[in-house]
């Protein structure tokens, strides 16, 4: 019998990511290339409904060191809480496999030291999922950048918006909390950080911003413990029915009797300690000088960045939902100093984040590897980046003074392992 040249893998965690995009979607259009051979869920239930949306059938487990030693996988996708991904990840590399971590990559620097030291042990590979640096209209924008269209870059105004909907769910679930998810400023923008690290092909040095709790939490006109049993159902404008959803219900309900973890938590809860309303500044080692915000209670969902440079300046408005018709394209406009516009359309491709979920699986899952001129496979020192970033605009948030990034990673080298390659 021949043997099969799939990849094996094991998926930890079977929240709503994890059951789709690195669940059902694999299991249905890359199974030629790879091949789930179990799950590892601390709820067992939720992994069964993962399993039956998922359409296969594999052995649950709810023991990481258990799944390990037994099914021996090639591959460990990581899609758990945050907070829990470096043990999860140096565990997997330790045990032969290559692992997908979904974003932030972790949540402070000493669990980075630890990841990093991990892989340089063992000489197995992390790659971070970073949809959005694959989305066509990231390609392009990095295109044209490298091609020195408009000269070296000065400065960039970068501002991301979420909308009523999807800013909201992160004050509904365990990212509410600064424990689990290291803030929006780690778990959202860590994308975003990504996005400019990437963009500008260079390192932040130094992050100075401002940050508050505005709208949700201790904020909120009322509260409840959770949206299903609330008084206030039908005046708050947040009213979550899960039901509405079915599996985010399948997934979540009956489970949350296993953890006690629901999915409709109030976003006005008191202890919420994340911040909503998100302004930063970052230098750069290639002295670019960059403005970012972050907003999550918007009538939009989308962003807006602008690259400013000695010959003129690439500007962008990506439309992700607002209350008109969605472009069917994104517009990049090309300014050339003393030169007439060029307005560039980049056609919206299907899939997740335009088509950049799909690429990125392709790049990480198939045999024969896309290429990669763009540098669009994202490592571990690419999340550790990022997640720096965010760790260090939190703390000058709090402090109210500027953070180097040398300031959180400490006096420890940690073996070289942040150095350019």
Aim: hydrophobic share 35%; aromatic share 10%; net charge negative.
């Amino acid at each position: 019998m021949q043997q099969s040249t799939r990849t094996r893998y094991a998926l930890v965690g079977t929240g709503h990511r994890g059951t789709t995009m690195w669940g059902k979607d694999i299991v249905e259009r890359w199974h030629g290339e790879v091949e789930l051979v179990a799950v590892c869920d601390l709820n067992s239930l939720r992994a069964e409904r993962s399993l039956r949306y998922m359409g296969a059938s594999v052995t649950i487990y709810t023991d990481f060191d258990e799944m390990l030693r037994v099914e021996r996988p090639a591959l460990v996708i990581v899609c758990t809480k945050d907070s829990t991904h470096d043990d999860l990840i140096v565990k997997a590399m330790e045990a032969g496999a290559n692992v997908i971590s979904e974003k932030p990559m972790t949540t402070t620097a000493e669990k980075i030291k630890r990841i990093l030291d991990a892989e340089r042990r063992t000489g197995r590979r992390l790659d971070i999922s970073f949809n959005y640096r694959f989305a066509p209209t990231s390609a392009r924008i990095k295109e044209l950048l490298s091609s020195g269209v408009i000269g070296d870059v000065t400065s960039v105004d970068f501002h991301w918006y979420l909308d009523n909907s999807h800013g909201a769910d992160y004050f509904r679930r365990w990212h509410a909390f600064t424990e689990n998810s290291g803030s929006l400023f780690v778990h959202k923008a860590t994308h975003h950080f990504d996005l400019l690290n990437w963009y500008l092909d260079s390192d932040p040095e130094m992050v100075s911003a401002f940050a508050d709790l505005k709208h949700y939490g201790r904020k909120g006109p009322f509260r409840g413990e959770r949206c299903r049993t609330c008084p206030h159902k039908n005046e708050c404008d947040y009213y979550f029915d899960i039901s509405a959803v079915p599996l985010l219900e399948s997934l979540y309900e009956d489970p949350s009797g296993e953890d006690g973890y629901v999915r409709d938590a109030c976003v006005f809860r008191e202890d919420i300690d994340i911040p909503d309303t998100m302004v930063t500044s970052i230098r750069y080692k290639n002295g670019v000088h960059v403005s970012y915000s972050l907003n999550t209670y918007m009538p939009i969902e989308g962003h807006h960045i602008a690259f400013n440079g000695h010959k003129g300046r690439i500007e962008l408005r990506q439309y992700e939902k607002q209350p008109w018709t969605e472009p069917p394209a994104d517009e990049i406009v090309v300014m050339r100093s003393f030169e007439p516009v060029e307005r560039i359309w980049v056609p919206h491709s299907s899939g997740g984040h335009y088509g950049g979920d799909d690429r990125l699986r392709n790049m990480l899952l198939n045999k024969n590897k896309p290429n990669d001129e763009l540098k669009q496979r994202a490592g571990s020192r690419a999340g550790a980046m990022s997640v720096l970033c965010g760790i260090a605009a939190l703390q000058s948030s709090r402090s109210g003074k500027p953070v180097s990034i040398s300031d959180v990673w400490g006096d420890d080298s940690a073996l070289g392992l942040l150095e350019r390659a």
